[in-house]
């Protein structure tokens, strides 16, 4: 644990598409990085070194060399920072499906310890963090919000995040 009370550890990434993965090869270029998706395809294809997406070039793969992927729920134990990536899909009426925002959470909040953060990427709409999103946290976990653990968000960028930036921002 550093002097501010945040952790430092590997970082997670929750969700593994358009905005998710290349998000984790930037880190993985500098930085220890958890990839989890709940598709055991796309994880068995990543860690062969194929994005069927073409998010991310096979070299941008392999130059990621501390970035790792799994499906497995119980690797993102060793994490302290989570980045939460699901997509936030609309309905017909275009009411957002926070179904996978949900789960993700959940999943986050069985991992969640003292001194973690969580960023939440996916697309939002205001307040949908802290009174959706941190509840769930703070219940799975057992643990306080802004005592015991962290948050924020990223708003959507237009701006792609490369290696070079993704390494010093964080």
Do not use: W
């Not at 017909?92 to 959940?106: G, N, T, V, Y």
């Amino acid at each position: 644990m550093t002097t501010s009370g945040i952790k430092s550890g590997p970082i997670a990434i929750i969700g593994l598409g358009y905005v998710g993965l290349p998000l984790a090869v930037a880190f993985g270029s500098c930085r220890d990085v958890v990839g989890f998706d709940i598709n055991n395809e796309r994880v068995d294809a990543l860690k062969a070194g194929q994005d069927s997406t073409l998010e991310v070039e096979p070299e941008e793969l392999a130059a990621a060399e501390q970035l790792s992927f799994t499906s497995d729920p119980d690797d993102l134990a060793k994490c302290s920072t989570y980045i939460i990536t699901v997509p936030t899909p609309i309905d017909h009426a275009k009411r957002p499906d926070l179904k996978p925002l949900e789960r993700a959470s959940r999943l986050v909040g069985e991992h969640l310890a003292n001194g973690d953060v969580v960023v939440y990427e996916s697309t939002v709409f205001p307040g949908c963090v802290n009174n959706y999103c941190v509840p769930i946290l703070e219940q799975v976990s057992g643990l306080k919000h802004n005592q015991q653990f962290f948050t924020g968000y990223s708003p959507s960028a237009s701006t792609p995040v490369t290696n070079s930036t993704a390494c010093l921002r964080f």
